[in-house]
């Protein structure tokens, strides 16, 4: 049989894990940027910096 302890801890894993989620909690830096162009506000689709590490741009429009 498993030992208790690691159901244990794998509750309070979750439960912090929730915890974190629920009140936004992140490791990483975020920060908003505040000097997007006016075209870019009103068309969102044509601005993808997230695709910028990708070797091609995979899909289409």
Do not use: C, D
Not at 6 to 19: D, E, K, N, P, S
Not at 50 to 56: A, D, F, K, N, S
């Amino acid at each position: 049989m498993k030992n208790p302890l690691y159901t244990i801890y794998g509750m309070i894993v979750l439960a912090l894990m929730g915890f974190a989620q629920w009140s936004g909690f992140s490791l990483a830096q975020v920060s908003e940027v505040k000097n997007i162009p006016k075209s870019v506000r009103e068309n969102p689709g044509v601005y993808r910096s997230h695709y910028g590490w990708l070797p091609r741009w995979f899909g289409g429009k």
